[in-house]
């Protein structure tokens, strides 16, 4: 295969994902042990405390037996990476040597239902670049230069410029033949009664990128002028969730991994400093409070993670916040703590790449960090405010799972307040129990399976497996009941028949355009079955979807028969039913 190549065809996406090992690149991203003939280790798109990932070598394929999570390699790299089918598939290919891009990809795959707006942002991320590097951009660039943001920095970060006038971007997209309804989708031009006009002029443009590099929003800072809004950010939109991105996330992730460590910021300028000192596995929050989405991609990317937030109230608040989120999916952070209220941007301008290097190998424990942060502005001569701040400290201790710190830090509370520890270990330990007083939550309602469904399940977990039970698929009349369940028989059905055989792995890359069938392979491919079978076992599976088909369509010609006035209807629908029962009485004998 060449990259020259117009489209891929399933075929061609296959061989990409036959060129590589499954567990090899697995491996790459969390570890892997061998266990008989399988690699287990813990799932990373759960809160898994013990390795309950199983990785097939035989089948190509992962699965998940606590969360379900299951499919081949590119659903892997599409689901730990956040990342769109075309892209992991990208990844794969040029894991292997084969350079691709998605110009290669058939145009039977669907367009980006957003590209429109992507192609927007990307061709405005041009626009404000060249900007700046005109005679128009010198302003800017001194600015930037009197901060030590240089000309490779501007580059790397693709900081660009809105000029003075309030219509050039909206003039050059016009130019450029997008619909006025999708430019105003952007965010990137208003409209008011007067017409149009850019959101952004006369300021530094600083690019916002989504998890794949894709730039999806903008932050434009003032240089030389006025303004109460020093930066003004775009406003979310269908590409821009702030809460599911991460600063610099598509530059960080593999450095990161590499190192085992993430230092997570608030703003992209720190980022960008630290950059500028060599400090690259680095992500920001951009201002916003941390969510479950981003702990989650902080998680991923490495298990040592270190907050660096700004050095005032503000930044002790939003440490406190991001080290609870972070300790509700099983991830205990360390903390740097910047004297002068600096954030990390002033503090490395003020201090150096060393000091600052220092501080970052010698971080806080999250509770040395809690402990400071409570005591903060507390008379802890008042015996009242001094048992708020143990009970605080014990609520915030109770959060986590780690014995020794547990232990070292209710001795160094003992030590401090003098109060005994087999005190604090007694209300510790009252914290950990679930309150008589906490209402019990309604049991949910769960879905009770029925035998029929067991049957149609258990076959195509045998029928995908198997190529013996496709071929009795193939040559009884089989009717499965479930929508989804019958859907992908017939897609296993199709793809043996082109094949000769079926493979998991490339049956998940067929359907990965399939939402129903690849949610139903993913269902079956779950279960734990045992691999061998038996003829009669597989008989008792058509039998009983045979047997509810009976049922069903008694059921329909009983609500006929009840329904029909015509006498002679009547007695047509009457035999049908005796056939019916004749062919069930039939099938019982055989």
Known sequence: ?????????????????????????????????????????????????????SVSRDKQIFTCWSCGATGNVFKFIMDYENISFIDAVVMIANKSGITLSAKNFSSSIKKEKYQDIYDIYTLSQKFYQNNINTSLGTKAKKYLKERDIGPDVIKEFGIGLSLKEKELLTNFLIKKKYAMQTILKTGLVNQNSQGYYDMYYNRIMFPLCNLNGQVVAFSGRIYDTKDSSKYINSRESAIFKKGELLYNYHR???????????????????????????????????????????????????KNIILV??????????????????????????VVRLEKDMDPDEYIRAYGKQQFVQKLENPMNIMDFKLSYLKDKK???????????????????????DTILIELTLSKLSQDSKVDIEILRDQFQALRLPSKSTPIAPKKQVHKITKYEIAQRNFLYYMVNNNEVIQMYNSKFIYFPTEKYRRLARKVSDFYKRNHSVNVADLFTELSYDATSLQALEEITS???????SIDEIQDYIDTIYEYNVKFESERLQEQIK????????????????????LKEKEMER
């Open 379 to 401: 008379d802890l001569q008042n015996e009242t405010e001094y048992s708020t701040y143990i009970h605080q400290v014990l609520e915030e201790l109770s959060k986590l799972n």
């Open 527 to 533: 279960l734990q079955m045992k691999e061998n079978y």
């Open 252 to 302: 960080a992730k593999d450095i990161a991994r590499q190192e085992g460590t993430i230092i997570v910021m608030e703003g992209f300028m720190d980022v960008i400093r630290a950059y500028t000192i060599g400090i690259k596995n680095v992500v920001a929050t951009m201002g916003t409070a941390v969510t479950k989405e981003q702990a989650i991609l902080l998680k991923r990317m490495a």
């Open 1 to 53: 295969m060449t990259s020259g190549s117009t489209f891929l065809s399933n075929e061609e996406i296959n061989q990409i994902r036959s060129s590589v090992d499954i567990v090899d690149i697995i491996s790459g991203y969390i570890p892997l042990t061998p266990r008989g003939k399988n690699y287990f280790g813990v799932c990373p798109f759960h809160d898994d405390h013990s390795p309950s990932m």
């Open 309 to 334: 937030f700004d050095g005032d109230a503000a930044g002790g608040k939003a440490t406190m916040a991001c080290s609870n989120e972070l300790e509700k999916i099983g991830v205990i952070p360390k």
């Open 563 to 582: 329904k029909e006035v015509d006498s002679t209807h009547k007695a047509a629908l009457a035999q049908k039913m005796i056939e019916l029962r004749l």
